[in-house]
């Protein structure tokens, strides 16, 4: 599990590790990470609505599954790539709600130093390389960290995680073929949300099965719903293995739903009447915790207790990281340049 | 007079284009239906319908290069990159494609393009999302850059834009888009390219500004203490008003150019280099550049306020330039 | 006929449009231009083997019938993009060998006044764009090209020609996504000749069949012996038809081959032995002469004396060519901007 | 010791450390069978296995991205964009991603990328084959940036790039590839960043120099009439060596820098903006670039020669500077 990117440990990234490990292994974690993720974005957006928060973000309602099905599927010391919409699936992989509200509200304790902000998380101890803003870019940087796993002949893995917009975009078209032609172990994770901003995918993509673009690369698909976790749990973790035995790529369709707007201040006033209202009746957090009662992991008790424990872990880290320090100016200059500034 | 937000001032420019010529077009990511992620072309599908108004796939290559094509055969494409950055995925086509268009057809075709992208600091949008970036684009031949300082020059300079034979790039700060102006739109506001504005007038120094160091300029001078300052809002930076400086710095002897960018490889660094090589004997001290450290632009609204030349600042540096003669240092040598 | 793209028509461009519209209607002409071609390419190639031209250049022996079929099939108002591989598709378009010539021999009468060189190309006159020797950029051109049409609502089409290796470029990508989701009335020609400058394409391209990608943005494909004109030819009108019917883009796979290597420096040793003969067996030029006296259009003199014909005025032209006038210091200055420099 | 060509000294060095360290990989379009288009990897494939060294598709975002994601998990990537303009198409994952990526990850992530580009004219490859574009990089934090002049220096800044912690773009006149220089590789032969190098002595004048013009101010010096001048190879551009520039101009009291640019935003700028602004004092008449005009780079030996700055221009154009300290107009000036 250790891994060339990790430099020293620090407390917190630790503890981004059993985090991981813990959701890896206890269902019961599992369904609380998928809490802790809705909760979380429905607070950083009060957060942004009270004006404590500049610039903008992404958040990820609706989609806690996928996240939360490829953090259980993979390991510490595989590599993840994903986006701006990246709070679900750094707290999914390990992240702590410190870390991320840090980042986020601009604190020295965020993941990557308060400097970065909701678009930018980043923590290698869990394999999460820096999320991009630029839509696409992280397509062949997944590609690439597999083929180190690949030349340095470890059986790391990479995933590769994108929204269907992301489709239309010459890096992911280039990704794809590359990681094609070179067997590359890495799994394209496409979280199809049905938008792309405030376009619909109709009006942008002229195929309504995104896993006939894979074809095009001789790349195995599969389609899977993306508001059931375990679902999406085991397609990554058949994919997982394709790619660790050296069989190359993968490239998964999850059809999933965003509750809320494209970013801080999208009402979503475009989505047809009632859409949203029958993607709320699939609910992926309601649907794994009915799941859990039904084949006797938890009660009703203690689904409410889960919610209630992360309500209030919640409140506590908020109150933790708005009493940390901010960024400094000096914070500005000394990252810049590896080789020192 | 109509008081216009920036963002308002740039759809009524295409909106009247739009009207005046048939062949323009717009397109661009959610610029359509949701009229544009910061409002810039609102009304347009509805007044002119979807074969002229356009929402586009993430495909910035894709809509750039249909741009260009567009624009050779005969339409006068206005396209949006909502944020400077992205042209990063695409720039072939804006330098190396339109740009050529016209030379590398003999001379034969046009390439009437014009290419808006919001850009700059101020929103707390993160170091992808944030910068200025004129030197992509500042020395490639056959292209125009113009850069916004506030409704009134979106205006004017959009129009000219969209008019203007060649490809053209207008800038707009993103941090202006809100902000009111009082003008009087119609064909007398349209601004010619290549030609800045003096906005105030002094003896002192000059100060070369360009979208939104404009009004940080403006505001430095009128917290100047023992001085005066010709205030120069460039507003096109291929081409330059290389009068307007040399004019200028001839009077006052001193020029200061405020920049928003990094300070390497800004634009500040050709109108000096232009100046101190040129118009040598017209000084009577130093060049000088007031820029942003070479960083990343910050998170965060203060310390983004901090990376950004603030007007106590740029007036700071210009009294102790005048008082001695000597270039102070940038504020981050002291820091770090 | 008449297009917006067109200024003053010099005597040159008028003789582009008649040598253009002489294809369309006299099939012994359409075999006189590939033998125009074959010649022209064999000549360019001495030239620069004896040091008359500097840089490079990219000949087309062999893939004639691709050039020809498209123009044959289409009309001079409507617009080609195609690459920097381009000698053969101008002349079969109509550019004048003088113009051709004149332009890789940096002369002012050269087609774009003799200071780009072999790479680039243009005619407006019969619809050649600048020919760009950036790999993939004239996709999306091509597609804004059929915009034009489109908006303003003429029956005029575009054509854009590029190689099997420019399909993993993505440029490739979004310029057929955006041409499918528009409906644009544009046909993508793939000129697939086994080799992206020294890598046959199974070493870049994990696909065989590039129609497969054409699925991926639902535009129709269909596959061609691009060694056979008449049969490029058919391809092309249907899809014309198509194009200004409304019916949308296009994808045509035109199998070829490239005699000569990549460009003026390539020995082409990276070929298996053999390949090059047995697609030798297949030449176009030869071909098309067989059918012409097989269909009684020509006789085995007839034949002969066109290549006899072709070779003479191509001297001739040289010579002309290189007793006019180089491009001046001026030149330079010129053109760079439409609105004056 | 061995007279190398530049192309063999590049393959050399990427040789060397690949032997060095065995997470050094290199891909790009035609590097590993081929050889590289222009012989840069001759033997790399052969000595190294098709897992080190790659053919890619024509896919420059996606190889570039590629080696962005291979550098941050471990691996220290060499790849080649053929010629530097075909980087328009995937500059985002150079300053955009690769750049940031430090800075993205708190300071726990390098990105070891190294990034050879073919730049510049004299070989009739035409307008979109010519450029040297350092406009496109410069000022980028996070980056660094370097040209080589001639076989040595390749040799000493490739292998210093592949060493670096950061991401590094270095370009390679292609020009230049076919010259043999003598010089003795090993450890001694590795360049550091930021360091120039004097290359001639002189009294009268600073010449700063990059790339191709490196020769070419050598050769003007040696012709030079009546004045002595120091030449300086500038070598790296981010950094830059401001030490070596300032002393020398303390002494001689003039700059003149020759680049292969256009006029407008070329690097020229940056080093006249800082010396006309912190060296002041020092100067003894004005700053002075020469360089390319504001054109496309033309087809055609002739024209291409006259394009470039030749020796016995600038020679003449420092003459001139130096007997009446006003700097003279560019020879274009004089023709249109
Ligand atoms: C190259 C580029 N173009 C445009 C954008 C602006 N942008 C940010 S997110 C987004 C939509 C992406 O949609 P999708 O891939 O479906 O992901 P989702 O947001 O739905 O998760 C766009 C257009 C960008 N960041 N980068
Ligand atoms: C963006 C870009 N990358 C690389 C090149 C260099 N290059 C020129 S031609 C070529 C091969 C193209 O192959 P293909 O598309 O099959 O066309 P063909 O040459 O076979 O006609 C390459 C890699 C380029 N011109 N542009
Ligand atoms: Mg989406
Ligand atoms: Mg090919």
């Known amino acids: 599990m250790s891994s060339p990117v990790l430099p020293e440990e620090t407390e917190v990234q630790l503890d981004a590790v059993s985090r991981r490990l813990a959701l890896t292994n206890d269902v019961a974690v599992r369904f609380a990470r998928m809490v802790e993720i809705r909760l979380l974005e429905d607070r950083v957006i009060d957060l942004f609505g009270e004006g404590l928060i500049p610039g903008t973000t992404h958040t990820c309602q609706g989609q806690e599954a996928v996240a939360v099905g490829i953090a259980g599927a993979t390991r510490p010391d595989d590599v993840v790539v994903c986006t701006y919409r990246g709070h679900g699936m750094a707290l999914a992989l390990g992240v702590t709600p410190d870390a991320l509200l840090g980042e986020i509200l601009g604190r020295q304790i965020g993941c990557m130093g308060g400097i970065g902000g909701s678009m930018h998380l980043s923590d290698s101890s869990v394999g999460l390389l820096p999320t991009m803003a630029i839509v696409g870019a992280g397509i062949p940087i997944a590609a690439g960290s597999a083929l180190t796993a690949q030349v340095l002949g470890s059986d790391r893995i990479s995933v590769s995680v994108f929204g269907d917009g992301s489709t239309n975009i010459g890096g992911f078209h280039e990704g794809l073929n590359l990681a094609a032609i070179w067997r590359l172990p890495v799994i394209f994770v496409c979280e199809n949300n049905l938008y792309g901003e405030y376009s619909r995918i109709d009006r942008t993509t002229p195929i309504e099965d995104l896993a006939l673009r894979a074809a095009g690369y001789a790349i195995p698909s599969e389609t899977v719903d993306g508001q059931d976790v375990d679902a999406v749990l085991s397609v990554i973790e058949r994919a997982a293995a394709r790619a660790r035995e050296g069989e190359g790529p993968t490239f998964i369709e999850a059809k999933t739903y965003r509750y809320a707007g494209h970013s801080r201040s999208d009402k979503a006033a475009y989505r047809p009447a009632g859409e949203l209202d029958s993607w709320l009746e699939r609910d992926p957090v309601r649907l794994y915790g009915e799941k859990l009662i039904a084949n006797g992991t938890l009660d009703e008790e203690g689904i409410e207790r889960i919610w209630a424990e992360q309500r209030d872990a919640l409140e506590a880290t908020l109150e933790r990281v708005l009493a940390s320090p901010r960024a400094s100016t000096a914070d500005m200059f000394t990252r810049v340049q590896a080789s020192g500034s | ?336």
């Not at chain 2, 494609?97 to 030379?103: D, L, N």
Request: charged share 20%.
């Open chain 2, 1 to 336: 007079m109509p008081k216009l937000r920036m963002n308002q001032a740039i759809a009524l420019a295409i909106r009247e284009e739009m009207e005046r010529d048939p062949t323009v077009v717009t397109f661009g990511e959610d610029i359509a239906e949701a009229e544009g992620p910061f409002k810039t072309s609102e009304g347009l599908l509805e007044r002119f319908g979807p074969l002229r108004v356009r929402d586009t796939p993430i495909s910035e290559t894709g809509f750039l290069g249909a741009a260009v094509g567009a624009a050779v055969t005969g339409l006068r494409p206005v396209v949006e990159i909502m944020f400077v950055e992205f042209l990063g995925v695409a720039l072939d086509q804006v330098v190396t494609e339109a740009a050529m268009m016209h030379y590398l057809s003999g001379g034969r075709l046009n390439a009437p393009l014009t290419v808006r992208a919001s850009c700059g600091s101020g929103l707390g949008f993160g170091c992808q999302h944030s910068q200025t970036l004129e030197r992509w684009l500042l020395g490639t031949p056959g292209l125009k850059l113009a850069v916004a300082s506030g409704a009134r020059s979106a205006y004017g300079l959009t129009k000219a834009a969209i008019r203007d034979p060649d490809p053209v790039v207008v800038l707009e700060p993103r941090a202006l888009y809100g902000r009111r102006e009082d003008f009087e739109p119609g064909e007398d506001a349209v601004l010619p390219f290549g030609v800045g504005e003096l906005l105030a007038n002094g003896d002192d120094v000059t100060i070369v500004a360009l979208g939104q160091t404009v009004g940080i300029a403006l505001n430095a001078v009128s917290e100047a203490n023992g001085w005066s300052a010709d205030v120069i809002d460039l507003r096109t930076l291929m081409p330059w008003d290389r009068g307007i400086v040399e004019r200028s710095v001839a009077r006052t002897g001193r020029l200061v150019t405020v920049e928003e960018n990094q300070l390497t490889g800004g634009w500040g660094g050709e109108i000096v280099s232009h100046v101190a090589s040129r118009c040598y004997s017209d000084l009577r001290g130093p060049v000088m550049r007031i820029t942003a450290p070479d960083v990343h632009v910050p998170y965060g609204s203060e310390l983004e306020a901090e990376y950004l030349p603030s007007s106590p600042y740029v007036a700071k540096q210009i009294s102790e330039l005048i008082s001695t003669d000597k270039v102070p240092g940038h504020w981050w040598e002291d820091t770090r």
